[in-house]
């Protein structure tokens, strides 16, 4: 199984700053992906940033120019970096690890952390 750990979540004000962390451990290998979702009270769950092993990322496009995710193979762990933060970017985040062993597919989630944007 993997574990996530998921940290950086607060309260900041519009315009503001906030440096998301998801470290993965136990059996981390053959992870290809690592990504951030969010979900809005009455949202679904969408897609915020991904990134593959090799490096391709996928933004969406209300977070585009101001989200950058990253990630550190070495230290199993992702990043999203978030700037110019507004209000309509409140929600939960979630960490998502996708993992490939045998040729078998599977999706590890964190357990969330809250980002509200409010002045």
């Known amino acids: 199984q993997v574990q996530l750990v998921e940290s950086g979540g607060g309260l900041v004000q519009p315009g503001g700053s906030l440096r998301l962390s998801c470290a993965a451990s136990g059996s981390i290998w053959g992870i290809y992906a690592m990504g951030w979702y969010r979900q809005a009270p009455g949202k679904q769950r969408d897609l915020v940033a991904s990134?593959?092993?090799?490096?391709?990322?996928n933004y969406a496009d209300s977070v585009k120019g101001r989200f950058t995710i990253s990630r550190d193979n070495a230290k199993n762990t992702v990043y999203l970096q978030m700037n110019s933060l507004k209000p309509e970017d409140t929600a939960v985040y979630y960490c998502?690890?996708?993992?490939?062993?045998?040729?078998?597919?599977?999706?590890?989630w964190g357990q969330g952390t809250q980002v509200t944007v409010s002045s």
């Open positions: 990134i593959t092993s090799g490096g391709s990322t």
């Open positions: 998502n690890v996708g993992r490939i062993v045998v040729g078998i597919p599977s999706d590890y």
